[in-house]
């Protein structure tokens, strides 16, 4: 073989071997490219996969936390409805031990010392009573506050088995004047279906009226009020009065205090003052 | 004295180059210009050889399409001359191909991509240089190296191919030309 041909040669081989070096060198850039890549799409997974657990779990937590508050909230609901349950369960018996206790009071003899103890416990029981009432209602608001910001908060609807009790109570006012200047209003006081007028005026006095039972008319004669008693030698007594929504005006009623019934929103009053002689009006009006 | 032949045979080169450059640019580093200046010092010798290659890069350089080359100008010119010793030692170790397709044409190629090889490298470290100067470190030439290495193959494996392909044909046509290789060599003022 000719020596040119063996350079020739030669110098074949070398090119062919630096190709193939430029090729390893160009085939182990990309390498490491993909290999760097590879280790950053991976650190990433890494890094999302990291901050997936971090949110599932403070996910789990939350709704762990949201469950309780559901579960608390179920709970206290449940209360609830034993409390008004419970409310109107003794709401009842209350109703029912009222009802015996005025009935037992309009008919009594007023000379009868059980009279007078009935007619201050009245008062004091239905204090108790309207007091109660008003300590549910509050409860019940509260609750319904409660009820309604869970719902808002949490996009939910916890309505189920609850049930509110209306405990609205009737109301009527009373006027008492005693004629000197000196009068006094019981405005929106708390009564019950049933009750006349007599038996609102013991409980708006603590008890603190005197009587004449007359069995034959079934009906009491008022003779004081809160220590302020009829006056034979001045002629002066107790009237009462009806309040005509019509005529805006005082009427004087036409039957007794245990014939007026209370119902809500009644208006009636009583006044001391002089009797007409002549037509046994009284000569005074209410203020 | 043939000043005159020897001037027009390196505008005749050099604008031959500078056409092809034009004509390849979108082919990243593959180029006749390679080829042409290692014919030209095949067939006319180191001095032409190096004042086609001097004067072809300089232009390229600084009317490129990719903009002017800048500091990098004088090492693409040291690396074309690369071409013309490859092409006048090529002239004395193998006689001139006496038909455009024998299967000695591939020893050009090979001698072509041996200078691409080193051409490459060189441009490579001189960038390399450039953008990292005065702080430069051995592992941010080898950066530099490693990131033109998809160039490099292009180029090799263009050189090889051209070279193979083209150069015995321009060799033997400018010996014809010029009769023989004796008198080709004496335009060399």
């Known amino acids: 073989m000719q020596t040119r041909t063996l350079y020739g040669i030669m110098v074949v081989l070398i090119a062919l071997l630096l190709l193939s070096s430029s090729l390893a060198i160009y085939y182990s850039y990309q390498n490491q490219q993909l290999a760097s890549q590879k280790n950053t799409i991976q650190n990433e997974l890494q890094n999302a996969s990291s901050k997936y657990s971090t949110l599932a779990s403070e996910y789990n937590s939350i709704l762990s936390t949201y469950n309780g508050s559901v579960s608390s909230f179920k709970a206290l609901a449940l209360t609830y409805s034993q409390a008004s349950a419970s409310f109107l369960s003794l709401s009842k018996e209350y109703n029912i031990t009222f009802s015996l206790l005025v009935n037992a009071l309009s008919e009594m003899n007023t000379s009868e010392p059980a009279y007078t103890n009935a007619s201050k416990t009245l008062t004091s029981l239905w204090q108790e009573y309207t007091t109660l009432v008003a300590q549910y209602k509050q409860l019940s608001s509260s609750f319904q506050e409660i009820l309604t910001n869970f719902n808002r908060e949490n996009n939910a609807t916890l309505l189920g088995n609850i049930q509110p009790i209306s405990v609205s109570l009737l109301t009527s006012n009373i006027l008492i004047d005693f004629g000197n200047g000196t009068y006094h209003w019981f405005n929106e006081t708390a009564i019950q279906p049933g009750w006349n007028f007599y038996v609102a005026t013991l409980v708006v006095t603590n008890g603190n009226v005197v009587a004449t039972w007359y069995p034959q008319y079934s009906a009491h004669f008022v003779t004081g009020i809160d220590g302020v008693f009829n006056n034979n030698a001045q002629g002066e007594y107790w009237f009462l009065w009806t309040w005509n929504s019509t005529s805006s005006s005082w009427q004087v009623a036409s039957v007794g205090a245990d014939q007026l019934m209370m119902y809500n929103g009644s208006i009636y009053a009583w006044t001391y003052c002089l009797e007409n002689i002549t037509n046994y009006m009284p000569e005074c009006t209410p203020h | ?189």
Not at chain 2, 91 to 105: H, I, M, R, T, V
Not at chain 2, 109 to 119: D, E, Q
Not at chain 2, 122 to 148: D, F, Q, R, S
């Open chain 2, 1 to 189: 004295m043939n000043t005159s032949r020897t001037i027009s045979i390196i505008a005749l080169f050099t604008s031959l180059v500078i056409v092809t450059n034009y004509a390849l640019v979108e082919l990243p580093n593959v180029k006749l210009e390679d080829t042409l200046v290692f014919a030209s010092a095949y067939s006319f010798g180191l001095k032409i050889g190096a004042y086609v290659a001097i004067a072809s890069e300089l232009i390229w350089g600084i009317l490129s399409p990719y903009g002017f080359g800048g500091i990098i100008i004088p090492f693409l010119v040291a690396g074309e001359l690369l071409y013309v010793f490859a092409g006048f030692f090529a002239s004395k170790l193998w006689p001139k191909p006496q038909k455009g397709f024998q299967y000695e044409n591939i020893f050009f190629g090979a001698l072509l991509a041996i200078c691409a090889f080193v051409w490459d490298t060189e441009t490579n470290i001189a960038t390399g240089l450039i953008m990292m100067w005065p702080h430069v470190h051995l592992l941010g030439l080898i950066g530099y190296e490693l990131t033109g290495a998809v160039f490099m193959v292009f180029h090799e494996v263009g050189d090889f191919v051209i070279g193979s392909a083209l150069a015995p044909i321009l060799i033997l046509y400018f010996s014809r030309v010029f009769s023989d290789s004796k008198n080709a060599q004496r335009i060399v003022a």
